[in-house]
């Protein structure tokens, strides 16, 4: 039913759309998700990375299209044992506000970010800074207590990002940074809107001066958005099965590419019955990976079977090790003292991937012998009851950061999944200066992961986004939850 109302407003909006948001210094960008604040420091959700992110706020170092580390706020940097880090900041660069960055910003970022009430999702790589040193106001030298030849990799995450001591505290309704644009207004439930800032080192180079991101949460009001010209940049087609139709309208260029968010069902190894490995196992043995991301994603979609994706260089290919088998998770339900079978409850959130696959997967489990009951709620509900409280039992959810299997490195977060020797797997692979030796332990890693059953993962996530015809610089791969809207303009 909802697949012929999508269809049927595409097909109305072919006929009548004609009108486009933008002009040729503005573009109208719509997302799936309205943030719960907008300071990504404190925040896990990702829809705060995808409105502040090289937008608002920008990191010591940051990634391209390819995923290559770059330069952003500190201009070089180096190391000789991935223990000692010396970053050397730009001049010049200034905060919104009018007040220079300097390395005491930096002290004062990273400080707050390890610190005892920080909730930052990478407060890990913060903690293990033993010493944050400011010989002079463009220097920041940082002493590791254990070495970590990805830092700089971490510091292009929005968790990364670089605040003012003097605006930190209003940065999650009114954030200020060093990015190319300043923020101008959030209205609740609708949009956040942005203004190109004049004091920005590169403003010459930025042609969009002004973006507006709307919240379109239902995937039928984002087909008509599109095609009515409210929004000239849909960043992730929700009706993955309009995609042929938006192909066909030259109005409109498709962009089709890849993303690091492995998208898997997520299961409380603290909570009964998935205390125990048999259930969890079961569960990998339940889910049809192909029927999912046929039936969810349209095709789109690769299955993977652990916690990285086809496109990560440490990627390795485990689906074998749990293929579809229903008669093997039926006998390991039996096995974990379920011969007839138990009620779950699996809590989705409102991402169109999540309810479309959580519906299959209540499917799939339900022909094993796990009934399961689905409960729909918002993503701050989400975010409060599975995320934070970890009051759950299965979930459905996609991580969409290149190096998020290090969270599972942390016992306290929300799949709840403890095991020492994964720790020290993930924490050699982190010290060793030698990418070969790196790429072994992050397979080792992967390997514990899907012999722990520690979730079942599904599919990597694909970019399906729409794009208005003329408007460049738009990604078509995504490696972290950012849009590039200042390499962005109007042919």
Known sequence: MLRRCVLGLVALAFLGGSGWAAGKDSVAIG??????TLDPTTQPAAAVSEITWQTIFEGLTRVDE???????????????DAKTYTFKLRPGVTFHDGAPLTSAAVKFTFERDAGAGSTNKRKSVFANMAAIEVPDPLTVRIVLKEANGLL??????APAAILSEKTAAGDPLKPVGTGPYRFVDWVRGDSVTLEKYPGYRDAAKVAIAHATIRFIADESAQVAALLAGDIDYLTQLGALETVDRFKGDPRFQVLIGSTEGETFVGMNNKRAPFTDLRMRQAVNYAIDRKAIIDGAMAGFGHPIAS???????YYLDLTAKYPHDPAKAKALLAEAGFPNGLDVVMKLPPQTYARRSGEIVAQQLGDVGMRTTIEPIEWAQWLDIVFKQKNYQLTVIMMPEPLDIFMYADPNYFFQYDNADFRAILQRAQA???????KRLFQEAQKKLAEDAASAWMFDFPHVGIAR??????????????????????E
Do not use: C
């Open 152 to 157: 700089p990799y971490f510091l292009a995450e």
């Open 307 to 313: 916690h990285a994706t086809t496109v990560n260089p």
């Open 31 to 36: 997302l799936r998700l309205e943030p719960p």
């Open 66 to 80: 390819k995923d290559h580390i770059l330069p952003s706020l500190a201009e070089s940097w180096s190391t000789e």
């Open 469 to 490: 015809a003329g408007l460049n610089g738009v990604w078509k791969d995504q490696p972290m939850p950012m849009y590039d809207i200042a390499a962005m303009s109007w």
């Open 432 to 438: 060793t200066p030698d990418d070969s030796e790196r």
